[in-house]
Antibody, heavy 115, light 111 residues
Framework: EVQLVESGGGLVQPGRSLKLSCAASGFTFSDYYMAWVRQAPTKGLEWVASISYDGGSTYYRDSVKGRFTISRDNAKSSLYLQMDSLRSEDTATYYC????????WGQGTLVTVSS | DVVMTQTPPSLSVAIGQSVSISCKSSQSLVYSDGKTYLHWLLQSPGQSPKLLIYQVSNLGSGVPDRFSGTGSQKDFTLKISRVEAEDLGVYYCVQATHFRTFGGGTKLELK
């Protein structure tokens, strides 16, 4: 059974940092591009970042470029999102998903940026 | 940037009714490999999104054939025949041809 389990969310002050993790199982992690997608409270889905099979290529939406860093560890079947200089508008549930087809999704982890 | 416009924003339906949702792109979604990376997702209340249809018209794993997708270039449609209670939620189209962009969503509710 495919599983994606996110962790690392929580309440953080504006300007501070947070690192999200996603543990994958049930499929060959290194065969997939991976992505983070977020959903602000009561809002729609928004793509955040994607990463290639070996981590050699990364892609970001403009609003997070220079602040967020996506990475992966294929030996651990894990995906990460380092979020720096957080802003109130980054408040959302962050989902880990297989990129391009969005076939598999985690349950999400809530990040709240507030003083 | 590619803009994905979904209509209508909400739909009120009776069980057994058929409905269609439109998704229009600001650019052609045909990739250089000839494929069209337009997919449909359903987010049921309190749940994570689930893939329904990929590459315009291919059913996702375990998705009933009451769901169907059509379209090409910039204009796409999701049709649900004989709506069931489990179909309620928010439907999203998403393009993965030019990076990734989600549509605004269509909320399907019971009449």
């Amino acid at each position: 059974e495919v599983q994606l389990v996110e962790s690392g969310g929580g309440l953080v002050q504006p300007g501070r940092s947070l690192k999200l993790s996603c543990a994958a199982s049930g499929f060959t992690f290194s065969d997939y591009y991976m992505a983070w997608v977020r959903q602000a409270p009561t809002k729609g889905l928004e793509w955040v970042a994607s990463i290639s099979y070996d981590g050699g290529s990364t892609y970001y939406r403009d609003s997070v470029k220079g602040r967020f860093t996506i990475s992966r560890d294929n030996a651990k079947s894990s995906l990460y999102l380092q979020m720096d200089s957080l802003r109130s508008e980054d408040t959302a549930t962050y989902y880990c998903t297989t990129d391009a087809l969005f076939a598999y999704w985690g349950q999400g982890t809530l990040v709240t940026v507030s003083s | 940037d590619v803009v994905m416009t979904q209509t209508p924003p909400s739909l009120s339906v009776a069980i057994g009714q058929s409905v269609s949702i439109s998704c229009k792109s600001s650019q052609s979604l045909v990739y250089s490999d000839g494929k069209t990376y337009l997919h449909w997702l359903l987010q049921s209340p309190g749940q994570s999104p689930k893939l329904l249809i990929y590459q315009v018209s291919n059913l996702g794993s375990g998705v009933p054939d009451r769901f169907s997708g059509t379209g090409s270039q910039k204009d796409f449609t999701l049709k649900i025949s004989r709506v069931e209670a489990e179909d309620l939620g928010v439907y999203y189209c998403v393009q993965a041809t030019h990076f990734r962009t989600f549509g605004g969503g269509t909320k399907l509710e019971l009449k």
